[in-house]
Each structure stands twice: as C-alpha cells, then as structure tokens.
C-alpha cells in the first residue's frame, strides 16, 4: 500500500483583529498550498531517522528537502472572519485537490493551519452554530466522506505561524495577497 501524503497547508488574513477570532470581521482571504510527499522515497539524511508519517514536518514544513506544490489556491471575500474564510479554504483545497488521491495513490490527508476552530470543525470537536458555518461544515463534511472512502487516514493538525518555515511563508503570502487585492480593487 501507498505511504503518499497530501498535505494542504493554509493560512487566512483578515484584515479586522479582535481579541475573538469569532468576532473579527473584514476583508478575509485564506491562501493554500498542497503538495504529494512520499515519506518512503525520501532520502535526507535527517528525514530517514524520523517515523514515515511525521517525515513531512522536516521535509515539507521545515523545508529540508526542495519540494514544489502541486496545487495552489486563494479565496477571497470583502467581509468574513477567520473562521469561516479558513472553513471556505480548506473546502475549497479539498475539491481542487480531490484528483490527487487516484492520480497519486495517497493514503493520508494532511490539512494544517493556525485557524484551531476551523481544525475543530473538521475533526469533529466543535458544532457549528451560525448559519453560514454549518452551512460550510455540512459542505465538508460531504467531501471529507468522499476523500475518506479513498484514503486511510485524514490529520488537521494546528501550527503557529512561528512553528515552521513553509508556514512563515504561506502567512507572509496571505498577508500580501489580501493587502494586493485591498488596495487594487478597494480604492
């Protein structure tokens, strides 16, 4: 059987902060990178001393071999909160990503972020109660049967944006591509 992960990597810029992230509400953007690891195929000298399963938070997320995303993505709204535009994020990385598992035999899902309610939403810990959230966690959860019918095993996984170096990197891109699209269209 395959050890191949697809791990999806997001990171949402609002442009509101509150001490609530449930209260924040502005111009949101969640930014995705997806890439396929094969822990089995790694050769860093590093990464071979680490489980197979946990090979991709040196090797991806630290960045000590020279991987290349298979899949990018943004979602853009002019008024949302980070929970929400996360939630948005990932179900829309999912359905973009969704080819990747036949065309690359995955076996996990890897769905990292800094947005821990949204994670809670996918793992099931928490229940949505504004419309417009259970309304993207039904929509999930539609697609999470789908990919789970394919793959062994789906893995949310919370991060600061300080923990790894890809993360730095996805943030600093959210944060630039949300403050692009603020001053070019919202002048």
Not at 42 to 70: C, F, W
Not at 93 to 120: F, G, Q
Not at 143 to 168: G, R
Request: glycine share 2%.
């Amino acid at each position: 059987m395959s050890s191949k992960q697809l791990i999806i990597v997001l990171d949402e810029s609002t442009s509101q902060k509150n001490e609530n992230p449930a209260c924040e509400l502005g111009k949101s953007l969640c930014f995705w990178v997806a890439y396929v690891y094969d822990p089995d195929n790694d050769n860093h000298p590093t990464n071979k001393k680490i489980p197979g399963e946990q090979r991709y938070e040196t090797a991806i997320l630290m960045k000590s071999i020279n991987a290349k995303p298979v899949r990018s993505g943004a979602i853009y709204n002019d008024v949302d909160t980070p929970i929400k535009i996360c939630l948005d994020g990932i179900l829309r990385a999912l359905e973009a990503c969704k080819y990747l598992i036949n065309k690359h035999e995955i076996s996990e899902l890897m769905l990292i972020s800094d947005c821990k309610p949204a994670l809670e939403f996918v793992q099931k810990e928490n229940t949505p109660k504004a419309v417009a959230v259970v309304s993207l966690c039904n929509q999930l959860d539609e697609i999470l049967k789908e990919y789970k019918t394919k793959i062994s095993n789906v893995q949310p996984k919370h991060v600061s944006k300080n923990d790894y170096l890809l993360f730095k990197d996805i943030d600093g891109i959210a944060k630039t591509f949300r403050s692009k699209i603020d001053s070019t269209f919202n002048k």
